[in-house]
């Protein structure tokens, strides 16, 4: 292995380490500090590197909680300095949303999403997720409960994308 190989792979793993990092921060703040649309987009911003699947959701919602388990799944498929799955809740009532969440044993971040969330977002229904890909750009705008298969295959296609992209630079 030579020196350029050591460096990059050490640049790699910082940078997987201090995203893990800003995640479990923003993970405690949750009962504390909902998020923003403006600090969702910074976040999305600095995930460049990595497929970033957000999905909107709210404990009372009946096809968001049958959604769950594909994005579970989902969330195990890849590596962490593959995929970001990001889970955003739209409940109003923050005790509610706490206790689920505690309930429920994610297997990937969640947060409560601010009350002005669903309108800076354009979000007119739930569950919606915005997959985004390596470089921060929009890939998929998906409307409803995403079906385990099609986030799975969108997933690995802008990896195989990116990774084509980085190695013609």
Known sequence: MNIFSRYKTFIAVAAMLLSLLFLSSAHAESADAPLSAKALKELVAKEQGRVV?????????????????????????FKDSELLLLGVSLD?????????????????????GDSQIMNDMNIEAIPKTLIFDMDGNLAQNHDGPAPFAELNALVKALLRKGRASEKLQ
């Open 53 to 77: 699947v957000i999905n909107f959701w709210a404990s009372w919602c009946g096809p968001c909680r049958r959604e769950f388990p594909a994005l579970k799944k989902l969330r195990t498929r």
């Open 92 to 112: 109003f009532d923050r005790e509610m949303y706490t206790e689920f969440v505690t309930a429920q044993r994610f297997a990937y971040p969640v947060r409560l």
